[in-house]
């Protein structure tokens, strides 16, 4: 009897274990078309590579520019709850930084508000764009 318990007391954790990790709530491509930008993300195995950059390692995602090879790295990743992560960002020059949070409203949309520190810009027309302190980003199926 004792082994049956053990082994449905198992069970019951490896379920709990695999759906923590095999969440799509943080992993997936995401974009914004107003500012054509978009994130590459997985904050759970933390194994983004940058295309063409990949000196920086595994990750756990990056902000990108459509058209551009400039991005947003995100350096380290803590979930905070089934809907909400913490991040620590940082430009590909490594001059500027910043702490923001990513939080999921439904399954196919994410926002990003930006906390402390420097204020994203993406290049734009030769120029610097600034981006909203909060933007949202909508799931891109079919994307890696």
Known sequence: MKHIALTAAMALLS?????QTDSTLFRGY???REYDVYLRLDLYAQDIVVPGQDYYGALPGYLGKVNNPFCWLFVSARLKGEREALLSVVNDYGSEDLEATLTAPDDSTLLLRQDEGSTIKVPRDRKW????????FRRVKGRP
């Open 15 to 19: 379920l709990g274990a695999w759906s």
């Open 30 to 32: 995401f974009e914004n």
């Open 129 to 136: 764009q600034k981006l909203p302190k909060t933007i949202a």
